[in-house]
């Protein structure tokens, strides 16, 4: 990591981020932004047009936006946020660099506001990190604690006219929420007093570097919260100082739920959570769907536990909590009983979440996935292979376009053909079309009464237009 400025000199300079609306750079632009800084930026969708809606919200809370043509880059004194990825080629980099701007990573711009925070809380794991910063941040500002949240979602509780996209809220400095990234790495960067580590399982990285990361992180935790369903996160725990775990299944976790006391429906859910610190039972309502959504309750809950606040309170709390965009969000159902949803689901535990949540009801599955990148298909092509012809039945259809592609030098000889081949291989029904377009067209002739249709992927926004522009067509 590079030497720094202090905090207070480097939040006293004005900032640049190059992608801005990105889901990792919005929320921190933000977060400077409501703590008095001076923030600009540009982004390749802002040029392209693509998501208008959001850069108008942008330019109407103050943050300038230019093009991702270097024009931004006006001074020495700016701190560029890029990718750590991005090449020196790309205009803005190649005026920072002329200019010899200080330059940080998302990461290592998120881990100086996290370690210099009164208390940070992180969450981290493969999957569920979003929805479980989601819940905790809630849980903290229902409670009172007024905690400042950076999350890759939109948050529903913290949506306003103002504030379209609340994937932060500007809170104190004395606790500071934040989900921390395991796949390039940067999870090494943050000292958290609550570490909570919901899975860990193929994604981006080897197990054994996963194993590695995440065990470090543990013992940089001054309170660990971890899942005890999870057998990897579960072998971790001898790394950890102080420990907290949480699980439905595990009889001996010590924030559970009482055995057959799960109602599940296809919406919303309820559960008893034992607190077996001292045997007391809440009745926790969650107005999300899933054995995994309940997982991710519980560890809020926990996490929140590791912070000081009793689980009667966590409980009563998360019964308000609203969900996150794309986590799950049903976009509505129309008169034929045909349901759309737009879900986030990218990695094989994701997407298997999404569709045993899917399966646990009546009704065929419309499953439209778009992989979020060349190099993570490849990564982990023949899992979600897997996982999609496992968690599907017959009647069920998957559709695949070609991945997320907005430039750039990525190998693309291996695209969404593959995995297609791979799930009708092993007995699935599955089908590649190149163009969302076409995509679209085909899930409208194929809907019949009373299917669900998901949406899933990451990457790109557009995909809650294509889910909302699906279901005017259906309705």
């Known amino acids: 990591m590079t030497d720094f400025p202090s905090p207070d000199e480097l939040f006293a300079r004005p900032f640049f981020f190059v992608g801005i609306g990105g889901s990792g750079m919005l929320p921190l632009a933000q977060i400077l932004k409501g703590r008095g800084a001076t923030v600009a930026g540009s982004d390749r969708s802002f040029d392209q047009g693509r998501t208008p809606e959001k850069f108008a919200a942008l330019e109407r809370q103050g943050f300038e936006l230019h093009p991702q043509d270097g024009s931004g880059i006006i001074s020495g004194d700016q701190v560029v946020v890029a990718s750590a990825a991005i090449e020196d080629s790309v205009p803005e980099i190649s005026k920072a660099n002329e200019l010899g701007c200080l330059r940080l990573s998302r990461a290592e711009l998120n881990s100086i506001l996290f370690n210099t925070s009164g208390a940070g809380l992180a969450v981290a794991g493969t999957s569920g990190k979003s929805t479980v910063t989601g819940m905790l941040g809630w849980i903290l500002e229902a409670t009172g604690r007024e905690p400042t949240i950076m999350n890759g979602a939109v948050m529903k509780n913290f949506v306003s006219p103002e504030r379209p996209f609340a994937s932060a809220v500007v809170g104190s400095q004395s606790l500071y929420v934040s989900e921390v990234d395991e796949s390039d790495g940067s999870i090494a960067l943050y000292r958290p007093a ?46 950890a100082k102080e420990v907290i775990t949480f699980g439905i299944e595990q009889e001996k976790a010590q924030i559970g739920i009482v055995p057959g006391s799960i109602a599940e429906g296809p919406v919303r859910q309820a559960a008893l959570v034992v607190d077996r610190h001292d045997g007391s039972q809440h009745a926790l309502r969650l107005n999300m769907p899933g054995r995994h959504n309940l997982s991710n309750a519980l560890a ?43 879900d986030f689901g990218h990695n094989p535990e994701k997407c298997a979440a999404t569709l045993r949540t899917l399966r646990a009801h009546e009704g065929r599955v419309l499953a439209f996935f778009q992989p979020h990148g060349y190099g993570p298909l490849r990564q982990m092509g023949a899992e979600l292979a897997q996982t999609f012809a496992a968690e599907l039945t017959e009647e069920d259809i998957l559709l695949m376009c070609d991945p997320v592609y907005f430039g750039g030098t990525v190998d693309r000889s291996e695209g969404s053909e593959r995995i297609v081949r791979l799930i009708e291989d092993a007995g699935g029904t599955a089908e590649y079309i190149p163009a969302r377009k076409a995509v679209e067209d085909r899930l409208t002739n194929l809907a019949r009464p009373g299917d669900r249709i998901v949406v899933m992927g990451a990457r790109d ?5 294509f889910a909302r522009r699906l279901f005017e067509r259906l309705s």
């Open 300 to 342: 809020a809950i926990a996490g929140a536990a590791a912070a000081g606040i009793p689980v009667a309170a966590s409980v009563e709390a998360l019964a308000g909590f609203e969900g996150l965009a794309r986590r799950f969000d049903i976009v509505g159902t129309n008169h034929a009983a045909i349901t759309v949803i737009d």
């Open 194 to 239: 609550v570490g909570i580590l919901l899975n860990v399982s193929l994604d981006h990285k080897s197990m054994e570097e996963l194993r590695q990361l995440f065990g470090d992180y543990l013992s940089r935790s001054r309170i660990s919260v971890i899942n005890a369903d999870d057998e990897e996160a579960l072998a971790l725990l001898p790394q």
């Open 461 to 465: 926004d557009t995909l809650s237009e």
